[in-house]
């Protein structure tokens, strides 16, 4: 009795359980990955205003009043900004990268990030923001 050969095929590669695999790699590498910060950004430690941290010795204090005035570690500045960004390169010669920036509350948004601004291009590569320590996290009154 003679049988029927077979014919030999060759394995099929099935497609779909690899594009399936693709995908939860993709989506892995996707939430896995970190992305640094733009360059020359300043990196901003957010303050909790319920509690209170000591600002470190070495690090410059600048502070800005409602009125818009400047006054780097209590010295007043000029209202140029070409004035205050040569006193904020000489606060950064000494070699202090730490910045503590302590803003009136009623200050302008503007204001505080043009002396942002001009912390980064002084050579600032970390800014501390003070705040003012109250209970329960309510608001302090003036």
């Keep these: 009795m003679s049988f029927?050969?077979?014919?030999?095929?060759?394995?099929?590669?099935?497609?779909?359980?690899l594009v399936d695999v693709l995908f939860l790699l993709l989506v892995f590498f996707m939430v896995a990955t970190r992305f640094p910060d733009p360059?020359?950004?300043?990196?901003?430690?957010?303050?909790?205003?319920s509690a209170q941290g000591a600002v470190p010795e070495r690090a410059v204090r600048l502070s800005l009043s409602a009125e818009g005035a400047a006054a780097l570690e209590g010295t007043l500045l000029p209202e140029a900004a070409p004035a205050r960004l040569e006193a904020l390169r000489q606060a950064a010669a000494t070699g202090s990268t730490e910045l503590s920036l302590a803003a009136d509350q009623g200050a302008a948004h503007g204001?505080?990030?043009?002396l942002l601004a001009l912390?980064?291009?002084?050579?600032?590569?970390?800014?501390?923001?003070?705040?003012?320590?109250?209970?329960?996290?309510?608001?302090?009154?003036?």
């Design 111 to 114: 204001e505080v990030l043009a």
């Design 4 to 17: 029927p050969r077979r014919r030999l095929e060759a394995p099929a590669l099935e497609l779909a359980p």
């Design 39 to 49: 360059p020359g950004a300043i990196s901003i430690e957010r303050p909790a205003v």
């Design 119 to 142: 912390a980064e291009q002084a050579g600032f590569s970390s800014l501390k923001l003070e705040t003012q320590h109250t209970k329960e996290g309510k608001r302090a009154q003036p």
